[in-house]
Structure formats: structure tokens, C-alpha cells
């Protein structure tokens, strides 16, 4: 049965090593994903989401001591989507946005998070990470979906609105539909030269991560 896993993290700008704990935290979700993958059967749930946020931080937590660093030098954001026919997971802590389709058009499940004071976020490194999660499930497959962190949020949504704003999106997925396994490299290419462009670069000084999945048949 197909099996669609994808994760974005964002390193914090404040912490020492957040790309190496933003590089982690995907590599232990995926980790913990594949592992689930081999068991009979497991649901897509919240108790899920708590598991796979747990792993993450453990894995954090224990690159940190290896280092001789706090968890906080690798703070990170952490979303991420799991979906199959069976249903879909969404996750989220902290900022950036995640946009999916379960058949009723494009909606942002989760409001994009934001601290106590503007600028701050949580991360999965906090204390309380598993509190501040969010997670939203959906009884069917996504057929569209992109996960982003905050650099985009401003291009990618309609914040008064909390909404999906369809033309930047539309352009991404008719393109990634219509798309060869062999057009990958071609593909990312060009995602690289758009997101680095003046249009974009002009409307936001932070870090841009884009992933983006199709259903086709």
C-alpha cells in the first residue's frame, strides 16, 4: 500500500546547531516511520505523533550530550504529514505551514504557531514540545500537499484568513503532477532558482524550505 511520509524542520536562528538538530529530526522521524512501516499494522493517531516526537527528541537529546551541548542548541521546528488510503496525519510544532488536499481543496489544518512575544516559536526541543504539538487526522489519502517552514508563510498563506493561497500553490502541483520520476533533478532545480529568486527573496530574509508530494495514479 502506498506510503507517503514528509517532513520539514527549521533550525533556530538562535541555537548554536539548529541545521544539524533541523537535519536530525527528519532523519529520526523517517527512522521511526520505517520501523512502524515493518509492523503489522499501527494507526495513524495522535498517540503516533506523540511516539514519533518522542523518538526525535530522544535522538536530539542524545546528539546534545554527545556534544557537550544543551537541546537547545538544536532547536528546531518539526512538521510533518503521514497519509495512505487508510487516513492522514498531520503534526506540527512551531512555525511554517502545512497546506493538503483530502478531497474538499486546499486547507491549512493547523494555524502556524507563533511564541509568547513575536519572533518566537516553540521547538521540538522544548520541554513541553509534546503539549504544544497539534495534530489533525483526516479518514483519507492526501492528494496534494506542502509542508514549509516560516520563510513562506507570507507567500503561501492568507494569514488574516489562515487560508491556502491557491496561485502559489496551483503552478507547483500542475507541474509535480505532470511530472517523470526522471524530471527529479530538473524539478528541484528549478523549486532552488525560485525560491533564491529577487521576487521571493524580496518578500522574506528567512530561511525557505518547500516540500511538496502529488497522488497520481
Sequence with gaps: MPFLQLFVADGAGSASNGGEGADLAIQ?????????????EFG?????????????????YGRADALGL???DLACTFLGVLSCKLGTLVLQIG??????????????????MSGEYAN????????????????KTYPGIASRIAVFSDGLQRLALNMAE?????????????????????????????????????????????????ALAVLTE
Design 120 to 135: 518566537m516559536t516553540h521547538f521540538i526541543s522544548d520541554e513541553d514540545a509534546v503539549s504544544q504539538m497539534v495534530t
Design 162 to 210: 489562515n487560508t491556502a493561497h491557491e496561485p502559489f500553490f496551483d503552478k507547483f502541483f500542475k507541474v509535480l503532477g505532470a511530472s517523470s520520476p526522471e524530471q527529479d533533478d530538473q524539478l528541484h532545480g528549478a523549486l532552488v532558482r525560485f525560491l533564491q529568486s529577487p521576487a521571493v527573496n524580496d518578500r522574506t530574509d528567512d530561511d525557505k524550505t518547500l
Design 28 to 40: 529520526a522521524a523517517a527512522d521511526f516511520v520505517d520501523k512502524k512501516l515493518r509492523q503489522p
Design 44 to 60: 495513524l493517531s495522535d498517540e503516533l505523533a506523540t511516539q514519533c516526537v518522542m523518538h526525535v527528541r530522544d535522538k536530539l
Design 95 to 112: 512555525d511554517g505551514g502545512i497546506v493538503l488536499d483530502v478531497g474538499q481543496g486546499l486547507e491549512v489544518p493547523v494555524v502556524p
Design 70 to 72: 544543551k537541546a537547545r
